[in-house]
């Protein structure tokens, strides 16, 4: 865990609010490959690790999209966190909405994973339980291995089955429970949720997140959009820091399931 330093009284202007406050700034996002991965490790148990970005008033989209909340140091925590998983997972609605292409890492962070006697790339991982995903876009037709889709037994008949492996769990609705020991069996021990709101959502009431990586974007975005997690009442879930760094303005959280 890092520690944060002693907190230090600001400095201003007399009658400037600044003045006044005491803070305690968190340390900085490190900018090193090995660091990062320090900082976001993989762990001996197997574990569900969620990656969302929201604003400072809790907006989880600009415009729909995600995009307009990134900064400096976003991408290297989500290229990071991509590196050091066995397998990513996300919802349809997110596949089509951020037009996610393949599951490309760079040339240095399969050569990490190599390494590590890892496979070359994560496994790719949809949950759609209508199917109504389109085989001709880039996390299908340019996929360095096939992807996989959970869905629910019942679903319609779809042309993904050409180019991705279906396999239903749960009847009425996707069983996520029983998509993650699925996982679980073929080595991906380290998993990655990349959202949406709604798989998020899902995921609480299932139990199932054992970390929450959140990036907050030093915007007040306002409007309609919705928040990082969506989905039925739940018992609240007693989590504990693990971490709090800034890169310029963006403040990068991790925190894990309290023991």
């Not at 001709?136 to 037994?153: C, G």
Request: aromatic content about 4%.
């Amino acid at each position: 865990m890092v520690r944060l330093p002693a907190p230090q009284a600001r400095t201003g202007a007399p009658g400037d609010r600044s003045s006044r406050a005491v803070t305690a700034l968190p340390a900085g996002l490190p900018s090193g490959r090995d660091e990062l991965v320090a900082c976001y490790p993989r762990l001996e148990r197997s574990t569900i690790r969620v990656n969302f970005i929201a604003s400072a008033d809790g907006a989880v989209s600009v415009d729909g999209l995600s995009a307009g909340l990134q900064g400096p140091g976003d991408k290297e925590v989500f290229d990071t966190l991509r590196m050091v998983c066995d397998a990513l997972i996300v919802a349809a609605g997110t596949v089509r909405a951020e037009r996610y292409d393949a599951l490309r890492l760079t040339p240095e962070a399969r050569a990490w994973r190599i390494a590590r006697g890892l496979p070359e790339f994560p496994l790719m991982v949809i949950v759609s339980g209508s199917l109504d995903l389109d085989p001709t876009q880039l996390i299908f037709s340019d996929a360095p291995i096939r992807p996989i889709v959970l869905t629910r037994r019942g679903a319609p008949a779809s042309p993904i089955a050409q180019v991705a492996e279906v396999i239903p769990v749960g009847d009425e609705r996707v069983d996520l429970a029983a998509g993650v020991r699925l996982l679980h069996e073929r080595g991906a021990t380290q998993v990655l949720c990349e959202g949406g709101p709604g798989l998020l959502g899902s995921m609480i009431a299932a139990d199932l997140v054992d970390e929450l990586c959140l990036t907050v974007a030093p915007l007040l975005a306002g409007g309609a959009a919705g928040r990082i997690a969506q989905g039925p009442p739940t018992p609240p879930r007693r989590m504990s820091l693990r971490h709090a760094l800034i890169r310029e303005d963006l403040l990068f959280l991790r925190y894990a399931r309290k023991s």
